[in-house]
């Protein structure tokens, strides 16, 4: 993928993905974007790939609210984004300094409706409110501590722009909270090989409805680069492997 220069502003060859790599970029891209950005606003819930349906107590993200990520990378958060730009739905991610297209693509984001600022620094609330007026799905990093007036704040203009934040760390106000307890990787074998699936847990929490909580095993991705729910019975039995033995509940003798 080759990139070139203007100024600030760093345009890729996929089609409206932009990156910009200072604040001043952003608004002369959000003013030539908007055209296409009001094109692609989202409808009341946002749709995500079957496998993540479960972390979410609606089945999708809820524009106007917030779901904070914690635990892990950058790989769920992409994740949690990609069936809504496929659907046409444009998606900003910022504060991801180094954020991989390649990465990004893989995880299934259509980078033809994803804009990146990388380093907002400072002003990464005035430029993820820009942005949260303009976009579907608003993917932050934010940088230091939110102070829950700061948070509120920003939700409000997600709520009125029908935004969904997802937001790589702890967020006050969170309506969902997701947090990677575990991660393993496979392909490794006895020390040597190359890594080919990577299997995480998900524990979810948050308020209303989300209170319930619940912990989630997903491929992100498995072997073959696809994200799905993971089976114990199932991935033993595609790899060759008998499941272990399961308990035998009988009558409890004395002995």
Do not use: Y
Request: charged share 15%; glycine share 14%.
């Amino acid at each position: 993928m080759n990139t070139t220069r203007t100024s600030d502003l760093f345009v890729s060859d996929f089609p409206f993905s932009l990156i910009c790599s200072k604040v001043g970029g952003v608004e002369a891209t959000l003013a030539a974007l908007a055209p296409q950005l009001q094109l692609s606003r989202p409808g009341p819930l946002l749709p995500v790939l079957p496998a993540l349906e479960g972390l979410l107590p609606e089945r999708g993200l809820r524009p106007g609210t917030a779901v904070s990520v914690t635990g892990g990378g950058t790989a769920l958060l992409l994740a949690l984004a990609a069936a809504a730009t496929s659907a046409g739905t444009w998606c900003a991610a910022v504060g991801f300094d180094g954020l991989g297209l390649v990465a990004a693509a893989e995880a299934g984001v259509d980078l033809a409706h994803l804009v990146v600022v990388e380093a907002p620094g400072a002003q990464w609330p005035q430029v993820a409110a820009a942005l949260a007026d303009g976009v579907g799905v608003l993917l932050l990093r934010p940088t230091g501590a939110v102070s829950g007036p700061m948070a509120e704040r920003l939700v409000t203009v997600a709520r009125r722009g029908g935004c969904a934040l997802v937001v790589a760390g702890p967020w006050p106000g969170a309506r969902v909270r997701l947090e990677v307890v575990s991660r393993s990787w496979g392909g490794v074998g006895l020390g040597r090989g190359r890594l080919k699936a990577r299997r995480i847990v998900v524990r979810s929490g948050g308020r209303g409805a989300a209170a319930r909580g619940g912990e989630t095993e997903l491929w992100l991705p498995d072997a073959q680069g696809a994200i799905r729910a993971a089976d114990p019975l199932t991935d033993a039995l595609s790899a060759g492997r008998r499941p272990g033995p399961r308990p035998v509940r009988g009558p409890m003798a004395v002995v």
